[in-house]
């Protein structure tokens, strides 16, 4: 993860997310929510970070990879796995729900 001036196109700050090879293609758009910049990896870890300073401020091991880029709503921010789990966190990425697709509805 990269966080680049948009003036000086210099880097600002840089974190290597967890899950080594696993994060070979990352497809995620990352989202700003407020003060923070939400991601998730292929490897199946969601980030929030402090987007002025890079510092993590949560880190959630969903065990499934994402691919879709999160949903920022007035006071959540919405992000599913391909495993078919939806997440809604707060801005600083505390969990307040979660929802299972595959339990709720296939079996």
């Not at 600002?12 to 910049?37: D, E, H, I, Q, S």
Request: glycine fraction near 10%; include cysteine; proline fraction near 4%.
């Amino acid at each position: 993860m990269f966080a680049i001036d948009a003036a000086t196109h210099k880097e600002l700050w840089r974190f290597t997310t967890r899950g080594g090879l696993g994060n070979c293609n990352n497809v995620a758009t990352p989202a700003v929510a407020g003060k923070y910049l939400h991601v998730g990896t292929t490897a199946g870890y969601y980030y929030v970070f402090d987007k002025n300073t890079g510092a993590v401020v949560k880190e959630i091991d969903c065990q499934e990879p994402i691919f879709s880029a999160p949903a920022v709503g007035s006071d959540r921010v919405y992000f599913a796995t391909l495993g078919a789990r939806v997440y809604a966190v707060e801005p600083n990425g505390e969990i307040v729900w979660t929802w299972d697709f595959v339990k709720e509805v296939v079996q």
